[in-house]
């Protein structure tokens, strides 16, 4: 009770001294003032699937949420482009608008939430909101990893909240865990399995040696995959998940472009069956490392060993290891998509960023360290080992021609398996010890020209850890 | 700059108004004040060291700290038994004392550190602590375990923070997660590997085909392992970490006793391998699940899936999967010890706490849900799968008269596999169906005096997922 007088106090003295200042000002300034029991009012921008179970989560727990943040969470509108769909029960028709600037000039919104997607529209509102003075709250996958940078630093200027757990992982907590377990460590490094899709589709071919076309399509009927599955299997969305990663892992502010980002499509069945053979499933992963002057992001499959938590992470879950300094390695997988988990993730935003606008301080939780421009480590210096495969004619002196172009490039061969020829064919399959992927590069460029080749040698990295 | 301005205008008119309240209880009320610009200053009571970690990090990170609080963060005092024992490099040693009082007195100290560890003392400094109006963290485990739902009620009444991230699974922010990640759902059911030396022990009789008492004895040469090793192989550290979790999670008041609790001590290498040959591997697991009613709570040695997850969290690693109602599962793994994971999380909490009072309201980091006091589910309405192994005199009829007993409780088949005799004894090995706990353990009485059983019956549980 004491908590609460205290702060309408405070809130009336601010007004007394307000004369100098205009209304708005007035009133960009109050939200920084402890709340004197007044809802907290959110403007929903969006109201599909994800949104449709925020108003569900926000309606059911309106009494457990207004114990925790201290005050009731009111919706007071909502945006659509069409008003006349059908909704969620849990939505009062009469919050429905069509117009954003219903929203984004109702001076007793504090919080907006973007749950719309895509990028240009989406972002203006955001830019308007946090410049505006309200918190914001967003599932942008997409409009983060491009914009990002911009908008951490817009909601520092205007000490706001810009909350987005939802927008990698899903359901995992990842955004929190980077912000508030890792305050006084560095991440050093990170690995993800950030795309449920490619992930659904390497379990299935490794589980029952399916081929990889065929689980696309099935993946699509089931829904599973989208009809343009290339944001998926080609590895953009992991990079994108990566890039917003990075940003707060490393605080870095990498350049848009030259990051090394490779799919999964048309992944050979017999590479998921040799390497298999050799102890490791194939995976698609996105790994960051902060190398100081550099940022390393690549996105692309991977041999993992069997025995790594990351060989068990199947189906559509979604798994991120983070790497401290101090605090080891940090594991955290769940389900990276669907609207119920997104939908929990957008709430638990809601509310950290209610309590921080009743405590009087929206802006702790944005939490971002000053981002630093940093390069990309270019592709060609990466150092790992490597899975190569190389389908060639059975006869003699191949192996000689294969092994002295990796030696001059000084690549050292850790395991060769060569298979029995078919049709005069045979596959040779080497793990290397680590090498520089430009040399590595350079050894398979010398072979792409012989004659004895029978088709494009395969590369494929491999992650330890 | 506005934002400090505001508030140091809020204190001072709280200080005019204050003429009808004593000091103390000015200093009290002014802690729910957002500061002026004055450190936060703790208190920390033991330098071990976790305690030598957290001054080492605390000063390290100052300048980073101070941007994220929005002041500093002070050491005014550290509690130690001898003070001339040689510590830290970071500690000034002109801060140290023997006398708790000269922490827990001073009213310029707003969050008090415990990482003493032990129950007696360590429990009523945090407790006077809490009355007085100040937050603590504590990584005391053994400590909440038994006094926790007070320690909660304590914080709660006097509006102050409570935090213990350190205090399961070191360095794995599995209290935060279940605080915010899932506060807008409901956590159905917990499992988590929780004890490093069981599951390091477990390991490598797994990998290397190692005998219990052998890997015992190595990991207490190693440091692994207590010299007394109950605490850890019997099961009731993992224990009391579930008891902390199950508070969080269920918001549940258990009774202090009545918890199915077993360890590893004496499992027999052959379990280990025949496990193995069904597609298990052994762990140790505590799992929490909400019954509604009653709340199960146990933990044991279990055989889990080679496929899942849990099957390659290994060595001292812990692991915890929160399955939630709409998030699904959600599982955080990471080092459960070690002086520095937890020395990070234990900075970690007095960020989150100082950046609470800050904001003035130091009570949103303690988080928990009103209490409930809930029985614990009775051990025998357990429903389960279980693994049986019967050591047998090789002899006709013996087969019949086993599956007769578990016939007549109704407990059903799944596979059952005899190995050949050796010596005249054959060992017979069956996993069951989903059964009830008391329904298993009646057939296993009812062939306990069997002429034909060379050995007391193995019974461990099966946990799928």
């Known amino acids: ?51 449709g179970g925020v108003l569900r989560l926000l309606t059911k727990n309106a009494a457990e949420f207004r114990r925790r943040v201290g005050v009731p969470i009111e919706v007071r509108r909502v945006l659509v482009r069409d008003a006349d769909k059908p909704r969620v029960d849990e939505l009062d028709r009469s919050l429905l608008t069509t117009k954003v600037d219903d929203i984004l000039t109702d001076e007793d919104i504090e919080i907006v939430v973007e749950v719309m997607g895509g990028e240009g529209f989406a972002g203006d509102c955001i830019e308007r909101a946090l410049s505006s003075g309200r918190s914001v709250v967003t599932a942008n996958k997409a409009l983060l990893a491009r914009r990002g940078p911009t908008l951490l630093e817009l909601a520092g200027t205007n000490r706001v909240g810009l909350a987005f757990e ?45 081929l990889f076309n065929d689980v696309l399509r099935e993946a699509q009927d089931k829904g599973y995959a989208e009809a343009d599955p290339s944001l998926d299997i080609d590895g953009h969305d992991a990079a994108q998940k990566l890039m917003v990663l990075a940003m707060l892992a490393f605080g870095a502010r990498p350049p848009e472009s030259g990051m090394l980002i490779e799919g999964i499509r048309g992944l050979d069945a017999v590479d998921v069956k040799l390497a298999g053979q050799f102890g490791y499933v194939v995976k698609h992963v996105a790994v960051g490392k902060d190398r100081g002057a550099s940022v390393e992001l690549r996105a692309h499959a991977a041999l993992v060993k069997k025995s790594s938590v990351f060989a068990n992470v199947s189906g559509v879950l979604n798994a991120i290891r983070l790497e401290g300094h101090a605090l080891g390695p940090c594991l955290l997988s769940g389900r990276g998509a669907g609207d119920m988990p997104t939908a929990v993730s957008v709430v638990a935003d809601i509310l950290d960023v209610a309590r921080a606008i009743v ?107």
Request: hydrophobic share 45%.
């Open 166 to 210: 939802a927008a990698v992982g899903g359901g995992i907590p990842v955004i929190r865990t980077i912000r508030d377990a890792f305050a006084s460590d560095d991440v050093v490094e990170l690995t993800g399995i950030l795309n449920g899709t490619s992930n659904y589709i390497l379990t299935r071919m490794t589980e029952d040696g399916a």
């Open 1 to 51: 009770m004491r908590f609460v007088r205290a702060h309408a106090t405070s809130r009336a003295n601010f007004a007394d001294s307000g004369s100098l200042v205009t209304s708005a000002a007035v009133k960009h300034e109050e939200r920084r003032r402890p709340h004197g029991g007044a809802p907290i009012r959110l403007g929903l921008l969006g109201c599909g699937t994800v949104g």
């Open 359 to 465: 405590a009087g301080a929206p802006g702790i939780v944005t939490g971002a360290r000053p981002l630093a421009a940093r390069p990309l480590t270019p592709p060609s210096e990466i150092v790992l080992r490597y899975y190569l495969r190389l389908a060639v004619a059975d006869e003699p002196g191949v192996m000689a021609e294969i092994a002295g172009a990796l030696g001059r490039e000084r690549v050292s061969l850790s395991q060769i398996v060569q298979t029995e020829g078919k049709d005069g064919t045979a596959q040779v399959v080497i793990i290397t010890h680590e090498a520089r992927e430009s040399a590595v590069g350079a050894a398979l460029s010398a072979l792409a020209d012989k004659r004895f080749l029978r088709a494009p040698a395969v590369l494929l990295r491999i992650e330890e850890g």
